[in-house]
């Protein structure tokens, strides 16, 4: 047998072939990829805080923040570092290890705001978690000094196919997405990058997207898959429901196309049961996020996901517990 490597030069038809296998053979070949690059009894706790909500200039059909689409989204301005502060040390104390900003900017701002955003980066870093940042595009300055800064991962979702893009973001270009992911690699930030399923597309649409990113070199090191959340006054309010066995078959192809990335179940776990839950960690998931909101949506919270790693005999990764200050000393 090959030894197991990374490749970068997947074709369509192999990333279909792999996508459309018998559900046993498709999960049975994600576990073995699986569990020779991760521990497959455990996930990563990561939590979300919206840093600047809505009022985006972008159109991004999913998107309940879009200034385009009129939703109950209430605007803020950026949080202060205070507040910051107390979201992050609540998320530690929760269990996650990783603590992930957004904000609704098409694209990062200069001066003061930035500058706030930097200092934000540090306080997460100092409480002892990964710091992960959307923030939409950037230039490679601002990607530099949030390296600077000490930011673990960029959030930049390519969403789905380039040719199924323009159905549903008019405002930027696939092109752009890509640009920006190139300045966070060349910043020498590991990337994060994934997508939406649920949106109306056919499988053909998500086996474009996997093309795209398991064909990036390096791959990214984190790939979240998000179920869309409906949202009403969203164009996709009334999207067909979508089995979530697709879910699964996503998440097993993108572990089987990417074996060393994280893969994220992400969006939309409110309207998974623990079962269609279960699927996707078989399948390869790596983490979830935790707590009772993602950015401006509802997500289950600690107790049912006590429940859920209770019934499934799974737990959260552990916080690295820092080395004594005079070990071996
Ligand atoms: N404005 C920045 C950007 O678009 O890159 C950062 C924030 S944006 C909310 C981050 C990601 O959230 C999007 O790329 C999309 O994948 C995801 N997202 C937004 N609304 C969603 C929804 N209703 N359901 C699932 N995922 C959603
Ligand atoms: C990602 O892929 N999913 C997260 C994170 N990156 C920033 C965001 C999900 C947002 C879901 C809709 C909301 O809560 O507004
Ligand atoms: Fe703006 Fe990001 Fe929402 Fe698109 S996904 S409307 S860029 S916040």
């Not at 990561?46 to 985006?56: F, P």
């Not at 893969?263 to 079962?275: F, H, I, K, N």
């Amino acid at each position: 047998m090959k030894p197991a490597s990374l490749r970068h030069d997947w074709s369509i038809a192999d990333i279909e072939a792999i996508y459309t296998a018998p559900l046993p053979d498709l999960i049975f070949r994600a576990q073995t990829v699986h569990r020779a690059h991760h521990r497959a009894d455990e996930v990563q706790g990561c939590m979300l805080l919206s840093i600047k909500t809505g009022g985006c200039p972008e159109d991004c059909a999913y998107c309940p923040q879009s200034a385009h689409h009129k939703t109950d989204v209430t605007r803020t301005d950026l949080v202060s570092l205070d507040e910051l502060t107390d979201a992050a040390t609540r998320a530690r104390e929760q269990g996650a290890t990783r603590f992930c900003m957004g904000a609704a900017w098409r694209d990062a701002p200069k001066g003061a705001p930035f500058d706030r955003v930097l200092d934000m980066v540090r306080t997460v870093r100092d409480l002892g978690m990964e710091a992960c940042c959307t923030l939409g595009m950037l230039t490679q300055e601002q990607a530099d000094a949030l390296a600077g800064a000490g930011l673990t991962a960029y959030n930049h979702n390519l969403d789905t196919s380039p040719e199924f893009y323009g159905s549903i973001i008019t405002t930027r270009t696939y092109t752009e997405r890509l640009d920006t992911l190139a300045r966070v690699r060349q910043a020498g930030i590991t990337v994060c990058s994934g997508g939406i399923i649920g949106m109306g597309e056919d499988r053909r649409v998500r086996y474009g997207l996997l093309h795209q990113l398991s064909t990036l070199d390096p791959h990214p090191e984190s790939v979240p898959v998000n179920l869309l959340v409906k949202v009403d006054g969203t164009p996709l309010a009334d999207a067909a429901l979508e089995d979530p066995l697709e879910l699964v078959r996503t998440i097993a192809t993108a572990r089987i196309l990417m074996p060393a990335s994280f893969v994220r179940l992400s969006a939309g776990r409110l309207s998974l049961t623990d079962e269609a839950q279960a699927l996707c960690f078989l399948a390869g998931a790596n983490s979830i996020f935790l707590g009772e909101r993602l950015l401006t949506t509802p997500n289950p919270g600690a107790s049912r996901d006590e429940q859920l790693f209770e019934r499934l005999g799974m737990r959260l990764t552990a916080a690295e517990t820092p080395a004594p200050a005079h070990a071996g000393g």
